[in-house]
């Protein structure tokens, strides 16, 4: 065999080891129904936060409690062992990183939308127009 | 209908200024592009040709010139009329940062990427010769769909571009609404008197130049795609690297430059804790400049040894295509759910697929339709051979290119085999690994092992051949690294295999590359370059490699609290409390606002050492310095927690306040707290809150008048006699109002400040004669606190070293190209 083909197949192998092994370390978009069935598996649920049920923080453990809502509707404790994220009742959505146990569900990872980081979806306000126009 | 204090002029100069710039690029791709049909070599018909283009491309760039003119005017005017002005700066914003405004949006991004494509065009006119025709046309049609994205017209329902001209209230939203219809209404609506302001995240001054160096690097990749592509299509298979090169390194050098800055950038001003993140968008930056570092050798294989091109032109073309893929990603807004900063969703993801691909489709047809025509190697490449090695290290950077767009990309692989793609194979959509450094890191390492193990040994090397006896002088960068891994693997405790490694053989590339070039060449300059842009990648992945692997975080929480949570690393400041944070004690001493900001001063002491145990005893606390972690606040985008530094020569202290209470200052001592009700009658006693009995006295009737027609009541002032007696004793006598007046109770607070208390009497209770009562009590003088992060980054500094040594080191290359290009057109 020649030189050429011997590194085309050296490549060909790399790249499928390193296809597989990405697909092994990627997780799924799950709901907490399909994160109960993987236990202890890691997955992503993209849930909304419960703002009816208390968040608690404690900032001696800084460990914060709260309820989410996934995409199915059900609603799941989940437990995540850093400082409250800034603004958090104010997202719009959370994506948390973690697994499930039977008392809730443990984040090592919430990733927050804010409804108005990037954009303000309200646009102008034409409020004020109207009174004055009065 | 004119209306009142509107700049409807400039909106209007503004579109004509982009419709130039279009209509510009469109008469130049068309103008070079007939060059290239019928005869060609008609030199009278060319020069013609040649004057129309760049005639048309003079059109083009004053159209780009005006378009930006005209932003910044309007930008610096604060003309919030303008949709753009309004949604990106606001009055209050520092002037420095309206250059920030500029490209914040899409659309100045887009300008601004466009305005380097201008400038390197006229570079190209002036010194691309013959190979004008075929690249300004190519370049043309780049800037065609560039400026297509800021048109902002209709065609039908369909919208091409955003133009960063539209009024408000031109916006499809506001049209037809009634507001829109009042001359003055600039003047009536409030809203419009200010804008939305820039983005918190991005008021830092590395905003201001981060955007522009990596866009020059996005514009410097171009170049070398224009030649490869104008080499197939003019059959100069071995002659476009010649002038390809020096772009090639440019490229390498500012998009190096570009995307090393945006982890400054994050490192300076976002709490990720870290300059890399392995973020979607970081990550989709850092992949042309991969493979342009691998077209880039491979250019240098084919102009040594006129060996095959093929791959050389494929990685060329396949770094501008990844460009194109970045810009996909980072605005479609398809990252959405995985990256904190992916720009928003301006609904030109048509365009931007268009965009993609005609130009990867496009060129990649080109590439293969030629395949035959590529000439093929004469002989194979020998093991010893500098151009063997060099093909496996291309190669080698682009399979690490290659994994991290494969992982970048899941959102995108959801969009097309997802359970909601256009081809239904998941049954579940897929998210990026759980732990991105992880995952990047267990395949990354390896292949910059390999990457570095090669560029250390592959400049001892010849080009067709190496003499066995020429390899020995590696010797002693071999001996020397040895010498210095071990050291240095022992002395910092870095047992961690694959970064153990990496840091040998950073260290071996690092001492072989100074070794060849002071020792071996005797520090030739044309050599230079070469040294110095290993020397700084090796510093690049020393500094990362160390700060790291052995980043550590001082701040932690010892509290136990279950073994799913390991003690985390936030550390609890209470005010003025001195708390221990190995090696220092720190000390949050004040909280303050400056601006938008909420700053808060943590000073840092340390500790003497001891010599003896008398001194032990009485040691003393010496402040070293203040840090100055902040939150930035803002209504309206969210508030942002920003970190402060302390660099020291051999390692950073980095912090970052984690959580704060962020009510205003004023608010924050003292708050009524766990309402509680009570009902009694005369004579009876309450216990309130576990330290008082409420002992209701009397019922007062002070005045009451009797509607004499109806009988009911019409007005009655009750005062209800308490007396709170608290544990130790003291009794306060309490006189609590209540007042009707037809059917309407007003009831009314009573604060018995001393006992931090305060009472309501809220009525006649349901149950015969006894009153209801609501107490709060004074939940003040909970300490205030703060929650901290600190980490310490050690060696740091010799990435941000290594960076500017890479940079400089590959312009030294960029220079030798052009040196010798000048002196040969002297000849």
Known sequence: MKK??????????????????????????ATFEIADKQKPEAVTVVAKLDLDSPIHFDPTTSLLTFNAIDKEGHSREVIYNQPKPLDFERSEEITLTGHSVSEGFIATEILMKCPSKYTNEEGIDTLGIYTQNI | MDYIGEHSLFAFLGRASVAMAFAGAIATV??????????????????????????SFGAHSLGVLGTIIILFVALFNHWFEFDYVWRHSSLDMPMKYIASCFWEGQEGSFLLWTTWHVILGWVLIGTSKKWEFGTMMLLAMVQVFLVSMILGIYIGDFKIGSSPFILIRELPENIGLPWTEIRDYLIRLPSLRDGQGLNPLLQNYWMVIHPPTLFLGFASVTIPFLFAITGILEK??????????????????????????????????LSFGGFWAWDPVENSSLVPWLTLVAAGHLMMIVKHKK??????????????????????????????????????????????????????????????????????????????????????????????????????????????IGPDGLLPVLNNPMAPPVDAAKHFNSLQIPFALIITALLAFGPFLRWKETPKKLITRL????????????????????????????????????????????????????????????????????GAVISNGKKEAISTNATYIHEDFPSNENIL??????????????????????????????????TEKPSTWNDFERQELKPVFTLHPFIQMNDRMGNVREPSTMHFWNKDIYTYISYAD????????????????????SGEEVFLFNKYLLYCDTLNVQNASINEISGEIEHLDLNLDLILKSMDGRQTAVVLPYHLDGN?????????????????FDGVASAEGKFNITAWEKKDNEPPFVLMQAFIFPYINLLWLGSILMGLGTLLAVWKRVYRAINESKK
């Open chain 1, 4 to 29: 050429t083909q011997i590194i085309l197949l050296g490549v060909i192998a790399i790249m499928i080891g390193v296809l597989l092994v990405t697909l092994e370390d990627a997780s799924v978009y």
């Open chain 2, 30 to 55: 068309f103008f070079y592009g007939l060059y290239f049909i019928g005869s060609k070599k008609n030199s009278e018909k060319s020069s013609g040709l040649k004057s129309a283009g760049r005639l």
């Open chain 2, 236 to 269: 100069k298979y071995y002659e476009w690297v010649v002038p390809a090169l020096p772009w090639t390194f440019f490229g390498i050098s500012i998009l190096g430059t570009g995307v090393l800055m945006g982890g400054a950038w994050a490192y300076e001003a």
């Open chain 2, 307 to 416: 060996s095959a091109p093929a791959t050389a032109l494929f990685l060329t073309i396949l770094s501008f295509i990844l460009v194109l893929y970045s810009t996909f990603l980072t605005r479609s807004g398809i990252l959405g759910e995985t990256s904190v900063h992916a720009f928003v969703d301006l609904g030109l993801n048509g365009q931007l697929i268009a965009f993609l691909g005609f130009f990867s489709i496009g060129s990649l047809l080109i590439y293969l339709l030629a395949w035959k025509k590529y000439p093929k190697s004469p002989s194979e490449d020998a093991f010893s051979s500098r151009e063997f090695w060099m093909f496996i290290g291309s190669l080698t950077l682009l399979l690490s290119a290659a994994q991290i767009t494969f992982s970048t990309s899941i959102p995108v692989l959801n969009k097309l």
């Open chain 2, 475 to 542: 010797l002693p960068s071999v001996i020397i690294t040895l010498v210095i891994s071990v050291l240095s693997i022992w002395g910092l405790k870095l047992y961690d295999p694959l970064y153990a490694a990496l840091l040998a053989v950073s260290i071996f590339g690092l001492i072989s590359n100074a070794d060849y070039w002071l020792r071996i060449v005797r520090g030739r300059w044309t050599t230079g370059g070469m040294a110095l842009a290993h020397i700084g990648f090796t510093l690049v992945l020393i």
């Open chain 2, 573 to 606: 400041l209470p005010l003025n409390d001195t708390v221990s944070m190995y090696p220092y004690y720190i000390s949050w001493r004040n909280e303050r606002k400056e601006g938008h900001n909420r700053v808060f001063d943590i000073e840092f002491y340390e």
């Open chain 2, 662 to 681: 962020l009510r205003p200052l004023d608010e924050k001592n003292g708050d009524w707290a766990d309402p509680m009700e009570a009902i009694l009658e």
């Open chain 2, 744 to 760: 309407e109770a007003h009831t009314s607070e009573v604060i018995i400040e001393e006992e931090g208390m305060k009472l309501r």
